[in-house]
């Protein structure tokens, strides 16, 4: 099978629809849609169903896909190893993190690269979604979920207490809230349902059940910025609430029982590539 025919399949898969993978590749819906067939053909059997939610595997392309993965496993693998031997500190090197992070640690990391190695260039991408290392869909990660696949080195850069904070002209509106009361008369703001396994119902342990869930968000930015914009109660981590003097830190005995970590994750194979070692550097730097 032609390699090129896979990676449409799986992209395929990936994706949903045609339309989608060729977005994805960089191609045209076209050559997507010729390209499947093609491989259905080699095969002699259909891949995909079209229903009303996109486009379904087949039983033949279930077991296709297996064998789809394990090439591409092998392919990158070819590629990252190749690139392990490059002593170059320059060309593209892809990093992801959150938008928080970004702001703060990574856009000042970049600023150092840009003087001290202007021939790489950085691709930034933001998300809160757990891009895949191990299918280069990033060469470097700085998450706040320690991951568990093999094969990656992981780094811890830095560890945050997180703690209830709000405005002073939001608790001049509203008052201080009392644990007891477990916020009720009060307006909070939480992430929305997906973006962390950390919410359980309490802020820093305090049932939320008499309180108004007035936003949720999808970011640590996002949610800190309608903190600071005195329109509700939040959990921060002390990191981020410590560069706005507007903002308070109510019942400070009190801490969400898991940290806002940020960890810096490779995979092995690009440890000793010039351009990742020189971003890792800057990164760590900003961090330290």
Do not use: C
């Amino acid at each position: 099978m032609n390699w090129d025919d896979i990676r449409i399949f799986l992209a395929v898969h990936r994706a949903g629809t045609l339309t989608g993978a060729a977005h994805q590749l960089g191609i045209d819906q076209t050559t997507v849609s010729r390209r499947l067939a093609g491989l259905e053909r080699t095969l002699g059997s259909r891949l995909f169903l079209r229903s009303n939610s996109g486009l379904t595997l087949t039983v033949t392309g279930r077991d296709v896909l297996l064998k789809a993965q394990d090439m591409e496993r092998m392919a990158v693998s070819f590629e990252r190893r190749g690139e392990g031997a490059d002593a170059r500190a320059e060309g593209e090197v892809r990093v992801t993190t959150t938008d928080a992070l970004a702001v703060d640690f990574l856009v000042p990391a970049i600023e150092r690269l840009r003087a001290s190695h202007p021939d790489i260039r950085v691709i930034l991408t933001t998300t809160t979604r757990l891009l895949d290392l191990a299918r280069r869909e990033a060469d470097i990660a700085v998450r706040t979920v320690r991951p568990e696949q093999p094969d990656l080195i992981v780094r811890r850069m830095a560890s945050w207490d997180v703690g209830l904070y709000a405005t002073r002209g939001y608790l001049e509106r509203n008052g201080t809230p009392e644990p007891q009361d477990e916020f009720a008369g009060h307006d909070i703001a939480l992430y929305q349902a997906g973006v962390t396994e950390r919410q359980d119902g309490t802020l820093v342990g305090v049932p939320i059940k008499q309180g108004r869930v007035v936003a949720e968000l999808d970011s640590s930015l996002m949610l800190a910025t309608f903190v600071r914009a005195g329109l509700a109660l939040g959990e921060l981590p002390d990191y981020l609430a410590a560069r706005d003097p507007q903002l308070t830190r109510l019942w400070p005995q009190r801490r969400r029982a898991t940290p806002y970590d940020a960890w810096l994750v490779l995979h092995q194979d690009l440890a000793h590539t010039a351009r990742v070692k020189v971003v890792v550097e800057a990164v760590a730097g900003v961090f330290g």
